[in-house]
């Protein structure tokens, strides 16, 4: 395996861990808060895309397209990703009102489930309105291909990494610096005892809600750009496996569900050209097709060795930078 | 009410006389068509009528051995159905007396009314359907398309003539039957041409993946003329975008999977310029073909589909044989056994498809039309491409 080869994976890698990432941390968040995992989180990732496709198409109504637009692609785009985050986040408020809060006091398994079913009501209604066709994302930036000495990098591909490490900075900063934040921590360490001195448990979980779908919402829209064809049940898979890249960092970590979620990217993308190798090596006839088995392998192995993930504690699930 | 009587009386007794049974004269040839007229797909019901009318109107008559015949339709509905295929296909055997039967058109119908066809001893052409089990160990049944395996030539020679390709890449979907068969057909019929090991890139994914970037640098790097991708419609977008972001700038090409659903509306400027192999194309089409369509389109005011093509080949081949008996004995028996044999023995049918030969099987080697999606996104006629 060659420098440009190594490059061109890690590239991919990067764009691909991204897209974990952003949805992993709505996982860590509610989690860390609610001691429970959102499971309609991949399906709300999937509604954040759709959004995003309806709010670009009518800005893109509104504004023209091509050379008669009135403003630059890229402007559309940030209020596309603005206007859908917000969007998003009432979904997000919706499902945590409708499904979580009745049930506060319910069996953990009830709770658990209750995500499955929305995720469920979800996809079908994508269908029911929508039809279930594939639809296709608008590109609102001019795609741009560079080649950097045989490695090829795109100008959304480095637009996808730099906004989502932005998104995650600010969370970063906003959970570390804001009052709210602060509540929000003190929330994850302890729900029962942090309501009796007057922060307001409702409260903290909507904006946990909110904040994780705005994430998911902005990740279904680079999402979009970069991979053009939505379909109802894009989220499913998807959703597992950031849920997965959230569990690998250590259930409640934002840090750890950021860098679990480039590093399940990594492991993914860089098993094809293991695979690769090792048929070369040994003159196997293993298919790329078994990249999950091996992927997933791996992060099982890995598991094995730290139960609490990379930057978990025992026990403890209080939300953690 | 007397005359409501007599007026019934009347209609029967034209019924009667107009009808086929009753009149069947020696010097009319019957063909039989058990198409869906009803029914979930009625569209290609109605290109099948469309296409056959068409060729009635051109050529009402055909001269046997010196002797006029005249030719007469009979359209049966299936419904879409299996069930209702196997009434529509023993009517017209048993009471209409067909000589021959064109249809019906879709597997799920062809494949069950071919045994009734074979079992009456009657030849039948299905235009359309690519399920080999149509016309396996039926002598009497044949088909007016090629099968799903056919492509993977096809696409082999077009990739070694057309851009002159010794290394070819492959990327399918392992877990679905089509595209990983026609895989595997491709990379035979390559690494025939080429010797072993000319497919560098024999890249695999499962359903609904939707990131082929890391697949995508290990095709580049084996340093491939051009990738195969025998996917369907939803899938090529995503693979086609992985190719250019990662710097593969060779031919992509794809099979008649790529036609199916609304690729252009998915795939938009990335697609254009790409190629794949299909039954027919409408756009850019010469010769008889083009007047064909002409033809057809100030008719009906549509495009012809492949579907009306290939009912329109099938007819022309029916035809034909009945020409290359030599005589028809008036013994709709005997004569249903001739024509089947002088199907069996046509060579290199002109078609607006194709030129086509029937193969033992029935099934037609006939050349693929190689499509360029050209610049304003349509599916236009590139190459005739044979096996």
């Known amino acids: 395996m060659n420098l440009n ?56 109504k509104i504004v023209g397209s091509g050379a008669a637009a009135l403003v630059p ?121 942090v309501p009796l001195v007057g922060v307001p448990l409702n409260t903290i979980a909507v904006m946990t809600f909110a904040i994780g779908s705005a994430l998911a919402a902005a990740a279904g829209i680079l999402f979009g750009l970069a991979y053009p064809v939505l379909d109802p049940y894009m989220g499913v898979s998807f959703g597992w496996k950031a849920f997965v890249a959230a569990i690998l960092g250590g259930r409640g970590s934002i840090m750890g569900a950021c860098i679990a979620g480039f590093m399940l990217g990594f492991i993914e993308i860089m098993t094809v050209p293991g695979i690769q190798i090792v048929n070369r090596l040994f003159e196997l006839n293993i298919g790329s097709n078994l990249r999950d088995l091996i992927a997933y392998s791996i992060v099982l192995a890995i598991l094995v060795f730290r139960p609490h993930g990379l930057f978990g504690e025992p026990y403890s699930a209080k939300l953690r930078l | ?109 062809a494949v069950p009314a071919g045994e009734v066809a074979n079992n009456y001893a009657t030849p039948m052409i299905s235009p359309w359907s690519t399920n080999p089990n149509t016309t396996l160990n039926r002598p009497y049944v044949f088909r007016g398309c090629f099968l799903d395996p056919f492509q993977g030539p096809v696409a082999a020679n077009f990739a070694t003539e057309e851009f002159g390709a010794k290394k070819a890449a492959v990327l399918y979907d392992i877990a679905s039957d089509y595209p990983k068969g026609l895989a595997e057909f491709f990379k035979q019929a390559f690494e025939k041409i080429h010797g072993p090991g000319a497919v560098v890139a024999f890249e695999s994914f499962t359903t609904g993946d939707k990131d082929f970037s890391a697949q995508m640098a290990n095709i580049v790097a084996s340093g491939a003329d051009i990738l195969f991708t025998p996917q369907y419609y939803s899938e090529v977008p995503l693979i086609v975008r992985a190719a250019k972001e990662n710097g593969f700038s060779k031919p992509i090409m794809g099979s008649d999977s790529w036609g199916s659903g609304d690729l ?86 002109p078609g607006i498809t194709g030129k086509m030969t029937f193969t033992p099987e029935g099934d037609p080697i006939k050349c693929a039309v190689v499509v360029k999606i050209n610049d304003q996104g349509q599916f236009a006629f590139h190459k005739s491409v044979c096996p």
């Open chain 1, 5 to 60: 080869f190594f490059m061109q994976n890690l590239i991919n890698a990067l764009q691909w861990g991204s897209f974990y990432a952003l949805i992993a941390l709505g996982y860590s968040m509610v989690y860390s808060i609610l001691m429970l995992f959102n499971f309609a989180h991949g399906d709300i990732f999937m509604v954040g895309a759709y959004i995003g496709l309806g709010v670009s198409l009518v800005l893109l």
């Open chain 1, 73 to 193: 692609g890229w402007v559309v785009l940030v209020a596309t990703i603005l206007i859908s985050m917000f969007l998003t986040a009432f979904v997000g408020i919706i499902v945590e009102r409708v499904g979580y809060r009745p049930l506060r006091d319910a069996p953990r398994a009830s709770a658990a489930i209750t995500g499955l079913m929305i995720g469920i009501i979800l996809e079908t209604s994508n269908i029911l309105f929508l039809g279930g066709q594939r639809l296709a994302f608008p590109q609102l930036i001019e795609s741009q291909t560079y080649n950097l000495g045989g490695v090829f990098i795109t100008n959304k591909k480095i637009m996808i990494v730099l906004v989502s490490i932005g998104l995650m900075t600010t969370l970063h900063q906003f959970v570390t610096r804001s009052r709210w934040g602060m509540a929000m921590r003190a929330m994850a360490y302890d729900f029962v005892v």
């Open chain 2, 1 to 109: 009410m007397r005359k409501g009587l007599l007026l019934m009386v009347t209609l029967i007794g034209l019924g009667l006389a107009l009808s086929p049974a009753a009149g069947a004269a020696n010097d009319v040839i019957r063909l039989g068509f058990p198409i869906p007229l009803t029914g979930e797909n009625p569209d290609v019901g109605a290109s099948s009528k469309n296409a056959a009318e068409m060729y009635l109107k051109q050529v009402p008559t055909v001269v046997v051995a010196g002797k006029t015949y005249a030719l007469k339709f009979v359209y049966e509905d299936n419904e879409f159905k299996a069930e209702s295929a196997v009434k529509a296909i023993t009517k017209l055997i048993t009471e209409e007396e067909v000589l021959g039967v064109i249809g019906p058109q879709a597997s799920a119908q």
């Open chain 2, 264 to 349: 252009m509306g998915l795939c938009g400027d990335d697609c254009k310029g790409l190629f794949f192999s299909t039954h027919y194309a409408a756009a850019g089409a010469q010769g008889a073909t083009k007047a064909f369509i002409d033809q057809y389109s100030a008719a009906y005011g549509k495009t012809p589909d492949d579907v009306a093509a290939l009912t329109w080949d099938s007819l022309g081949l029916m035809i034909q044989a009945i020409q290359n008996t030599g005589g028809l004995s008036g013994d709709i028996k005997a004569d249903r056994t001739k024509v089947k044999d002088a199907l069996a023995a046509i060579k290199d049918y």
